[in-house]
């Protein structure tokens, strides 16, 4: 079963890189001079992949909205369509079904 890629997904991927740096920055043998430009370089490194990530979430989520808003506008057009056609037809079939209701008139025998 696939699962969806959601926001969701993209926030547990950032958590477990971050405590992973953390592990490892913290059991690494340096000094601490060494270890804190670690952190720093690590911490730089997450939010640069953070921003990316964010880019392409919103143009995502843009490009959901923009396919989602033509699909909403071609389903009215083509509902105003249906409608038209229905009632075109209706209208059609209406003086036909007049005329075939009607008795016709037949010459009476009293004349």
């Not at 992973?20 to 690494?28: E, I, P, R, S």
């Not at 009632?87 to 209701?101: I, M, T």
Request: hydrophobic fraction near 40%; aromatic fraction near 4%; charge should be negative.
């Amino acid at each position: 079963m696939a699962k969806s890629n959601d926001g969701s997904s993209i926030a547990w991927f950032l958590a477990g890189m971050t405590v992973g740096a953390a592990v490892a920055v913290l059991f690494a043998p340096k000094s601490g001079q060494e270890t804190r430009q670690s952190i720093s370089e690590a911490a730089s490194r997450g939010k640069d992949l953070a921003e990316r990530k964010t880019r392409e979430v919103v143009e995502f989520g843009r490009d959901a909205y923009t396919q989602g808003r033509d699909l909403a506008d071609s389903a009215k057009e083509t509902g105003k369509e249906v409608i038209d056609r229905g009632k075109k037809a209706l209208a059609d079939l209406s003086p036909n079904a007049e005329a075939s209701a009607a008795p016709e008139a037949s010459p009476s025998a009293d004349s």
